[in-house]
C-alpha cells in the first residue's frame, strides 16, 4: 500500500492551491454577495489551463488522473464554491458527452473553445418533475427530416443562463422510463431554445443557475451524443463514480476552508481571559473533526485511486460523496458555533461556508437515493 501523492501530483497540488489563493479566494466574499457571474476571474484563471484537466494532451488537455482531479477539485472548493461550480461543469459533465461521443465538427465549435475557458458548457438532466428519478424525464425527441425536434424545460442548470451549448437528457418515448434516454447537444443560438427562470440561490452563489426552454428546436442528427440509442443512462453511468467522488473532493475543499477559519477564530478569541482554543469543549470539536476530515479523505482518494486503476468504485464512490459532504456539514456547523454570534453576520465567512455546504447535497445523488443504493447493493436482492 502507498498512501503518499507522487512527486507530480504534490507539484500539481502545490501550483493549483497557488493559484486558487492568488486568484479565486480573495474574491470569494465579492462572488458570493453580487452573485454574478465573475467573468473576470474565469478569464484569468482557465488562462491556466484547467479545464482540459481531464483530457488527452495531443487535443489541448493535461492528461490528469482521476486522483490529481480530485486535488483541483477540492483545491478550487476550498477557494469558491461559487466559482468551482462552475468551472468544474466545463471541466466534468458539461463537456463529457461531447468528448466521448461528438463529431470532429461538434469537437472544434464546442469542446475546444470550452476547454480554453472561450465557451460555456452545461449539462441538463434536472426538469420540474424530475431530479432523482431521471426514468420521469419528459423533455422529448423526435426524429425530424436528417434530425431531431426537442420540446421540454429543464431546471436548477449549473452555466445554463449563460451557457453556449448544453448536453440535454431526452426521451425518445416516455413510457420506455430509463431505456428511452438520450443525450443532444444543443447549441446557444438555435431557433426556440431560451433561457427561462434564474434561481436566487441559498449558497453556492456567482454560478447562474437557471432554467432551459427548449421550445421545437431542431438539431441536425449528429447532435445525437451517443453510439446506440436509449443507451443513454448507461453512458450516464459511465461517468456517475467520478461525478460523485468530484462531489466528496469539493466537500472537502469546503470543510477545509471552514477549518481553517475555526482554527483561526480559536486561537486568538479571547473568554474568561484566553483564547477559547484553550477549552476543552472547544478542543474536542477540532479533534474530531480533524478525525472526520481525514476519514472523508481517505474515501475520497481511495476511491478516484480505484476509478483511476479500473476497478470497482462503485459503492465507495457513492459513500465517499455522502460521507464527505455530512462532515463537511458538521464542520460549517461546528464553525457557526466556535465563531459564536459573528457567524450569524453576514460580514464573516461563516455563514457563506454553512450555506455553500449544503448545495452539496443534491447533486451526484441525495443521501437517501445513495443509502437506498448501497444498502440495496450490499443486501443483493432476496
Ligand atoms: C446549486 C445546484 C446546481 C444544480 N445544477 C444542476 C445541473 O447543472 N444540471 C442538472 O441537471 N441538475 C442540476 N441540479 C439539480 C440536482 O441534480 C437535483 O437537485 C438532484 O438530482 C435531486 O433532484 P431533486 O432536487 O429534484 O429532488 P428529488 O429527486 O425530487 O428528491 C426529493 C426528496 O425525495 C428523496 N427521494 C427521491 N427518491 C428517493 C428514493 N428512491 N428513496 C428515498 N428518498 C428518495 C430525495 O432524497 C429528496 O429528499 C442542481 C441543483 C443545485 C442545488
Avoid at 431526452?170 to 426556440?192: C, H, S, V, Y
Avoid at 464542520?331 to 465563531?339: A, G, H, K, M, Q
Wanted: charged content about 25%.
Amino acid at each position: 500500500m502507498n498512501f503518499s501523492l507522487t512527486e507530480e501530483q504534490e507539484f500539481f497540488k502545490k501550483t493549483v492551491a497557488d493559484a486558487v489563493d492568488r486568484i479565486v479566494t480573495p474574491r470569494a466574499r465579492e462572488i458570493d454577495e453580487k452573485d454574478e457571474f465573475p467573468w473576470e476571474v474565469w478569464r484569468e484563471f482557465t488562462r491556466l489551463g484547467y479545464i482540459g484537466l481531464r483530457y488527452p494532451e495531443e487535443i489541448g488537455g493535461m492528461n490528469a488522473d482521476k486522483v490529481m482531479c480530485m486535488i483541483f477539485y477540492e483545491e478550487i472548493a476550498r477557494g469558491s464554491v461559487g466559482f468551482a461550480q462552475s468551472i468544474i461543469m466545463n471541466i466534468l459533465m458539461g463537456t463529457y458527452f461531447i468528448f466521448r461521443f461528438g463529431s470532429d465538427e461538434i469537437k472544434k465549435r464546442c469542446l475546444y473553445p470550452a476547454m480554453r475557458g472561450e465557451k460555456i458548457a452545461t449539462m441538463c438532466f434536472t426538469e420540474d418533475q424530475s431530479g432523482s428519478d431521471l426514468g420521469a424525464t419528459r423533455t422529448r425527441a423526435v426524429r425530424d427530416g436528417d434530425g431531431w425536434r426537442i420540446n421540454g424545460t429543464k431546471m436548477w442548470i449549473t452555466n445554463g443562463p449563460i451557457c453556449d451549448f448544453c448536453t440535454v437528457l431526452a426521451t425518445l418515448d416516455p413510457e420506455k422510463g430509463l431505456k428511452g434516454l438520450n443525450f443532444f447537444l444543443i447549441e446557444k443560438g438555435t431557433p426556440g431554445f431560451s433561457t427561462g427562470q434564474i434561481i436566487d440561490k441559498l449558497g453556492c452563489r456567482g454560478t447562474v443557475t437557471g432554467e432551459l426552454v427548449f421550445d421545437n428546436v431542431w438539431v441536425p442528427y449528429e447532435n445525437f451524443l451517443g453510439e446506440e440509442l436509449g443507451k443513454g443512462v448507461y453512458y450516464v453511468g459511465d461517468i456517475l463514480d467520478e461525478v460523485r467522488l468530484m462531489t466528496g473532493a469539493m466537500a472537502l475543499g469546503i470543510a477545509r476552508g471552514a477549518y481553517a477559519e475555526a482554527l483561526e477564530f480559536a486561537r486568538k478569541r479571547i473568554a474568561f481571559g484566553q483564547p477559547i482554543g484553550n477549552f476543552q469543549l472547544i478542543r474536542e470539536k477540532f479533534a474530531e473533526m480533524d478525525t472526520l476530515m481525514n476519514a472523508a479523505r481517505l474515501m475520497v482518494y481511495y476511491g478516484a485511486w480505484l476509478l483511476e486503476k479500473g476497478m470497482e468504485s462503485r459503492v465507495i464512490a457513492a459513500q465517499a460523496k455522502m460521507y464527505a459532504t455530512e462532515v463537511c456539514l458538521k464542520v460549517v456547523d461546528e464553525l457557526t458555533r466556535i465563531y459564536g454570534a459573528n457567524a450569524f453576520a453576514y460580514e464573516y465567512a461563516p455563514q457563506r461556508y454553512f450555506r455553500d455546504a449544503r448545495f452539496l447535497l443534491y447533486g451526484g445523488g441525495t443521501h437517501e437515493v445513495l443509502r437506498d443504493f448501497i444498502g440495496r447493493t450490499i443486501i443483493g436482492r432476496l
